[in-house]
């Protein structure tokens, strides 16, 4: 468990901690490394895959694309794909996490993208998992009106799951 004060320990849950660390421990198990594709998060995943002395080489590199700009830019979401369907969208999330994998070293990527606190639906966040040599998973959650903090610790929480169930 990580209880550096220098870390983010103090404000996550003890379960999602200990999630981090079985994530990490079993992706270094397996020779396997990380990607992360970040909208609502603002960078929370990688910081978090990043806290955990000994297996946070399991982390590759991560993508913060906080607007639409970036996300095209930096992951190669179709501009036409973000402006039909948002960017809170299952094929952005897909697009997103496909374009992680596509842009690193890196055998697993989970993307997160959502409405952490305004927006048509607060609250909603879509994931998307993409491994080498298969099939990119989605996650469609509505955690309602939490606000910001609440929501983004659970969209921790969900990556975190979804990468595990990926290894």
């Known amino acids: 468990m990580v209880s550096d004060a220098e870390t983010l320990s103090p404000a996550l849950p003890t379960?999602?901690?200990?999630?981090?660390?079985?994530?990490?421990?079993r992706a270094c198990?397996?020779?396997?490394?990380?990607?992360?594709?970040?909208?609502?998060?603002?960078?929370?995943?990688?910081?978090?895959?990043?806290?955990?002395?000994?297996?946070?080489?399991?982390?590759?590199?991560?993508?913060?694309?906080?607007?639409?700009?970036?996300?095209?830019?930096?992951?190669?979401?179709?501009?036409?794909?973000?402006?039909?369907?948002?960017?809170?969208?299952?094929?952005?999330?897909?697009?997103?996490?496909?374009?992680?994998l596509r842009n690193s070293n890196a055998d697993i990527a989970v993307s997160i993208t959502g409405f952490a606190d305004s927006g048509d639906e607060p609250g909603l966040v879509h994931f998307a998992s993409a491994r080498t040599s298969q099939p990119t998973i989605h996650r469609e959650a509505h955690f309602g009106p939490r606000g910001r903090g609440a929501t983004r610790v659970e969209s921790l929480r969900v990556a975190v799951e979804m990468m595990l169930e990926r290894l």
Not at 15 to 25: A, D, G, M, R, V
Not at 51 to 65: I, L, N, Q, S, Y
């Open 15 to 25: 379960e999602l901690e200990k999630q981090t660390c079985l994530l990490l421990e």
């Open 29 to 100: 198990e397996a020779g396997v490394t990380l990607a992360t594709a970040e909208s609502c998060t603002g960078g929370l995943l990688a910081s978090l895959l990043t806290d955990v002395p000994g297996v946070a080489h399991a982390f590759e590199r991560g993508f913060v694309t906080y607007t639409d700009e970036a996300k095209a830019d930096m992951l190669g979401v179709p501009k036409e794909m973000l402006e039909s369907e948002g960017a809170v969208s299952k094929p952005v999330a897909i697009a997103m996490a496909e374009g992680a």
